[in-house]
């Protein structure tokens, strides 16, 4: 039996991980949609939905799916353009809401692709829901000339809060407990620092180490 699902899809930063599985043995892969997929306009004429069918005939071929093999596929929208394409090519499919084993191993896939990108393991650990938009909006705007080309641009709240004003100074702090989300380093006591201010959805405040 083979599951796919997608990981990513929500996150601001990076494009979509695409896993399949064959339950049985665990065999497992993956590729990703490009980030590319997600500027304005081909976010717009939604050409990540064709994509993914490309990717998960790559992944057919790789984990060599017979037609008459059980195949679950997430419900979700990303994989609406997939099922009819496996329709037309007469699988086995059912879509259905997945969970394991393929839903923690892509979880983890995607977030050691967000590592690969630059996002902190410690932010990605201890940060309750990272991939929150302004969670990571946050973490954007820490290092923004940078980190922008990074972002799913076509979304319609990226063009809201994607080109904020920011006030940038700098601040002595005597307790710290922050991390430098530039760097990705802790900050220590009794250290002058560089401060960001913004306001998204509220305001907000970005500490990074002075020469960061």
């Known amino acids: 039996m083979i599951q796919i699902d997608d990981a990513g899809s929500g996150s601001l930063v990076g494009g ?13 892969y993956y590729d990703i949609i490009p980030i590319k997929y997600y500027s304005k306009e081909n976010f717009k004429s939604k050409h990540y939905l064709d994509y993914v069918v490309t990717i998960v005939k790559k992944l057919f071929k790789k984990l060599d799916v017979d037609k008459n093999e059980k195949i679950l596929v997430c419900r979700g929208y990303m994989f609406d353009n997939l099922r009819k394409w496996l329709n037309s ?4 499919y059912e879509s259905v809401s997945i969970g394991e084993p393929l839903q923690t191993k892509i979880e983890t896939t995607f977030e050691e692709y967000m590592i690969k990108l630059g996002l902190p393991i410690t932010f990605i650990r ?5 991939f929150h938009f302004h969670k990571i909006l946050k973490w954007v705007y820490a290092d923004y000339e940078n980190r922008c080309h990074l972002c799913k641009t076509g979304w319609k709240s990226w063009q809201k ?3 904020l ?3 940038v100074s700098t601040q002595f702090l005597n307790k ?7 760097c990705g380093n802790s900050i220590p006591n009794n250290s002058i620092v560089k401060v ?3 306001t998204s959805n ?3 405040t970005i500490f990074l180490h002075k020469n960061c």
Do not use: H
């Open 16 to 28: 979509t991980c695409i896993g399949a599985m064959r339950v049985e043995t665990g065999e497992f």
């Open 176 to 182: 710290s407990n922050f991390v430098c989300l530039k």
């Open 202 to 204: 509220k305001p907000t």
């Open 89 to 92: 090519q007469n699988y086995n």
């Open 165 to 167: 004003k920011t006030e």
């Open 126 to 130: 201890y940060t309750k829901y990272p």
């Open 196 to 198: 960001i201010k913004y």
């Open 161 to 163: 809060y994607g080109n």
